[in-house]
């Protein structure tokens, strides 16, 4: 038995479900779990994101067949916006990573990231650290302390960001990022809400070529969640259940 994640879970036929996993092993896999749906089902209850499990899996396709899974802690307790920043982890990882892509250090990195979560008072460096750390994984990252002519990042200097490049030097504009910023960020200064969002700004740059133009179903969510929220005067709190996350990603 592996260690492994649900990311995400679909209805199939009467009694199943169609689960995608991520594993400590393989990487991300899609089963079938026989009778999950059933009210007796050991399997029903755990199948669910953000548990930690151990699963043992069968099959030569591309679709193989749950044998067996249990939990091997209990679920992380997500609420609010730690849930859809959870949802936003496992969307990051559905579209980036290919099936089969086993990758040293992400499964680490992302179960590090749900530990963090409902522990940190702001949500944005756990969020920020973990896109970094699976660009590099990718193979994606960026050189911080170098431009494109592989001159010094200087802290007086502007620069523009070049998706899959890096940075390039230019005279300050309103889409540019001072240099003593991209310092900061490098060093992981996260100490006021500006910066936090110059460094959501230049992830959003960096992942964009790689998630392609579908927009990412669970900002959207937590976007409409917000709007509603703040119509009603209410905080954005949600519980962990299937159909919280129904329809979140493809």
Same mark, same amino acid.
């Given at each position: 038995?592996?260690? #492994?994640?649900?990311?995400?879970?679909?209805?199939?036929?009467?009694?199943?479900?169609?689960?995608?996993?991520?594993?400590?092993?393989?990487?991300?896999?899609?089963?079938?779990?026989?009778? #999950?749906?059933?009210?007796? +089902?050991?399997?029903? +209850?755990?199948?669910?994101?953000?548990?930690?499990? !151990?699963?043992?899996?069968?099959?030569?396709?591309?679709?193989?067949? !749950? =044998?067996?899974? @249990?939990?091997?802690?209990?679920?992380?307790?997500?609420?609010?916006?730690?849930?859809?920043?959870?949802?936003?982890? %496992?969307?990051?990882?559905?579209?980036?990573?290919?099936?089969?892509? /086993?990758?040293?250090? =992400?499964?680490?990195?992302?179960?590090?990231?749900?530990?963090?979560?409902?522990?940190?008072?702001?949500?944005?460096?756990?969020?920020?650290?973990?896109?970094?750390? !699976?660009?590099?994984?990718?193979?994606?990252?960026?050189?911080?302390?170098?431009?494109?002519?592989?001159? /010094?990042?200087?802290?007086?200097?502007?620069?523009?960001?070049? /998706? @899959? #490049?890096?940075? +390039?030097?230019?005279?300050?504009?309103?889409?540019?990022?001072?240099?003593?910023?991209?310092?900061?960020?490098?060093?992981?200064?996260? %100490?006021?809400?500006?910066?936090?969002? =110059?460094?959501?700004?230049?992830?959003? @740059?960096?992942?964009? /070529?790689?998630?392609?133009?579908?927009?990412?179903?669970?900002? @959207? !969510?937590?976007?409409?969640?917000? =709007?509603?929220?703040?119509?009603?005067?209410?905080?954005?709190?949600?519980?962990?259940?299937?159909?919280?996350?129904?329809?979140?990603?493809?």
């Amino acid at each position: 038995m592996q260690p #492994a994640y649900v990311l995400h879970r679909w209805p199939y036929q009467d009694s199943s479900l169609l689960v995608e996993l991520f594993t400590l092993q393989h990487g991300r896999f899609r089963v079938i779990a026989k009778g #999950a749906k059933r009210p007796k +089902s050991r399997w029903r +209850s755990i199948l669910q994101p953000f548990t930690p499990l !151990l699963v043992e899996t069968r099959g030569k396709h591309e679709l193989q067949t !749950l =044998v067996d899974a @249990e939990a091997s802690a209990p679920a992380f307790a997500l609420q609010g916006v730690n849930l859809y920043s959870g949802f936003y982890l %496992n969307e990051l990882l559905q579209r980036l990573t290919s099936i089969y892509q /086993p990758l040293d250090g =992400v499964f680490d990195d992302y179960q590090q990231a749900l530990q963090l979560l409902p522990q940190m008072a702001q949500i944005e460096p756990v969020l920020r650290r973990f896109e970094w750390q !699976l660009l590099c994984h990718l193979g994606h990252g960026f050189d911080w302390f170098y431009d494109t002519q592989q001159q /010094p990042v200087v802290a007086n200097s502007h620069y523009l960001f070049v /998706p @899959e #490049a890096g940075f +390039s030097a230019v005279s300050a504009t309103p889409h540019s990022y001072a240099g003593s910023d991209l310092l900061k960020l490098a060093a992981f200064e996260l %100490n006021d809400s500006r910066l936090l969002n =110059v460094f959501k700004r230049l992830m959003r @740059e960096a992942l964009a /070529p790689y998630l392609g133009p579908a927009p990412l179903r669970s900002r @959207e !969510l937590f976007i409409q969640l917000q =709007v509603a929220s703040s119509t009603a005067n209410q905080p954005v709190v949600a519980p962990l259940s299937t159909e919280t996350s129904k329809g979140y990603t493809s």
